[in-house]
T-cell receptor, first 111, second 114 residues
Framework: GIQVEQSPPDLILQEGANSTLRCNFSDSVNNLQWFHQNPWGQLINLFYIPSGTKQNGRLSATTVATERYSLLYISSSQTTDSGVYFCAVEVFTGGGNKLTFGTGTQLKVEL | DAMVIQNPRYQVTQFGKPVTLSCSQT?????MYWYQQKSSQAPKLLFHYYDKDFNNEADTPDNFQSRRPNTSFCFLDIRSPGLGDAAMYLC?????????????FGPGTRLLVL
């Protein structure tokens, strides 16, 4: 099956710093999503981004499907950004789309 | 607000005692998924329903079953929970067939097996 690797696995930032998270995948995919999992376990949709660049406030994401990677940018980080960031790639099947999650990046933002 | 709801949020069961987790959705999505997430790991798909069609992942243990009595509800049954089944169980939905097939996740049920 498809392999999805994220880097770095762990990241500690001072509040206000910027960061870039990377997601590499081993095969062609139909789509890609970025999620933030908060400390209570809720997975929150950040971006649905099969290709190109999208921005939402302090967050932006870029996917280069032909080179099989995606980047998530966090600017001016805040303590509420702490948690685990997952990318997940989507493969269409005959009966619904299936997500394969990456290995995750654990982010901690300190004051 | 349209959403995915999971009950209970925390479930404690005994080793070998059957347990059922519940998921409901108000999004009118035709696909519902169950994921298992163990500590410090990524969510792993167990199975999904596309309308009434059940799709099991090849490596999902037989101990895990699912039911979808109608569009809005989906249940995860663990017939004989073992200690290794302690995890967060996440339900998700999507509207297959549209151009944007984002999956939406519920808050999860954290299962503890004693």
């Amino acid at each position: 099956g498809i392999q999805v690797e994220q880097s770095p696995p762990d990241l500690i930032l001072q509040e206000g710093a910027n960061s870039t998270l990377r997601c590499n995948f081993s095969d062609s995919v139909n789509n890609l999503q970025w999620f933030h999992q908060n400390p209570w376990g809720q997975l929150i949709n950040l971006f649905y981004i099969p290709s190109g660049t999208k921005q939402n406030g302090r967050l932006s994401a870029t996917t280069v499907a032909t080179e099989r990677y995606s980047l998530l940018y966090i600017s001016s980080s805040q303590t509420t950004d702490s948690g685990v960031y997952f990318c997940a790639v989507e493969v269409f099947t005959g009966g619904g789309n299936k997500l394969t999650f990456g290995t995750g990046t654990q982010l901690k933002v300190e004051l | 607000d349209a959403m995915v709801i999971q009950n209970p949020r925390y479930q404690v069961t005994q080793f070998g005692k059957p347990v059922t987790l519940s998921c409901s959705q108000t999004l009118n999505h035709n696909v519902m998924y169950w994921y298992q997430q163990k500590s410090s790991q990524a969510p792993k798909l167990l199975f999904h329903y596309y309308d009434k069609d059940f799709n099991n992942e090849a490596d999902t243990p037989d101990n895990f079953q699912s039911r979808r009595p109608n569009t809005s509800f989906c249940f995860l049954d663990i017939r004989s929970p073992g200690l290794g089944d302690a995890a967060m169980y996440l339900c998700a939905t999507s509207r297959y067939g549209t151009s944007a097939v984002t999956q939406y996740f519920g808050p999860g049920t954290r299962l503890l097996v004693l």
